[in-house]
């Protein structure tokens, strides 16, 4: 039986937990040290109970805090050769490194996973979905636009973890420079809730169990937005899709 929790999910960190019978995968390291112990701790676990760190890409809010949690606690980390060779930390830095291709499933534990490679403004980034055998957990948290074979991967999944980084309207009409409205808003940038309800409406979710909304934007978009743009492509209420916050993440979220 798999579950998933959020230590966190926005530009200021993220990291995602998995566990499948005795395997604990951390899903990006976006924190400090210290902060990743206290936010693992609200979980009910400690770093030595990981058994890896999965990398998507190479970005701060994504990597910040991979090399000293895996340094300290000799964990192993799986990561792309490309998001390897654009993290400031280098091989010779991570104690055990294991490059993936972004196309061919691997296994830890009693964990599957799957790699998708997708659109994003990183060297070679790559998103997963994660299977013990009977269900599947689909992540797409960073992203600036869908294709049909990021469709596939993330149909007829149990669970799936979905970026809503902006609604598109406030960002065109808010304060950032013209410069990084277009960056986050191109192909690739950053799923907007429109792209995102689009995804969710044209995969299979027959058999989903959880919908989480991620990695919003704290000045481009609010809770209210993503939900309804995700309950109305999925045909439930709004109350049912969760949102995953920058201060809290989200606790245990078990696939019956």
């Known amino acids: 039986m798999m579950r998933f929790a959020s230590l966190g999910s926005g530009s200021s960190g993220n990291a995602l937990l998995v566990e499948s019978g005795r395997t604990r995968i951390l899903l990006d390291c976006g924190f400090g040290l210290s902060e990743t112990v206290a936010r693992l701790s609200r979980l009910g676990l400690e770093p030595g109970d990981l058994d890896a760190i999965l990398v998507t890409h190479e970005h701060d809010d994504h ?42 499933p691997f296994a830890v534990g009693d964990i599957e996973v799957l790699p998708y490679p997708v659109p994003h403004d990183a060297r070679e980034p790559a998103q997963f979905v994660l299977s013990d055998g009977a269900a599947r957990l689909g992540v797409l948290t960073d992203a600036g636009e869908v294709t049909p074979h990021m469709a596939q ?95 809290e993440g989200f606790g245990w979220r078990q696939i019956l």
């Open 153 to 247: 991967k993330l149909s007829g999944l149990d669970a799936l973890m979905l970026e809503c980084n902006h609604d598109r309207e406030m960002l065109m009409g808010g304060p950032y420079p013209p410069r990084l409205k277009e960056r986050i808003g191109s192909r690739l940038g950053h799923l907007d809730n429109g792209a995102a309800a689009d995804l969710a409406r044209g995969i299979d979710s027959s058999r989903l169990q959880h919908v989480v909304a991620a990695h919003l934007s704290q000045q481009n978009n609010t809770p209210e937005l993503a939900r309804a743009a995700l309950a109305a492509a999925l045909g439930c209420a709004p109350e049912w899709i969760t949102v995953a916050t920058q201060e």
């Open 63 to 104: 990597v910040g805090g991979v090399a000293r949690l895996a340094r300290r606690y000799e964990v192993a980390v799986y990561l792309t050769y490309g998001t390897l060779c654009m993290m400031d930390t280098g091989r010779g830095n991570l104690p055990d490194t294991v490059l993936i291709d972004s196309h061919t």
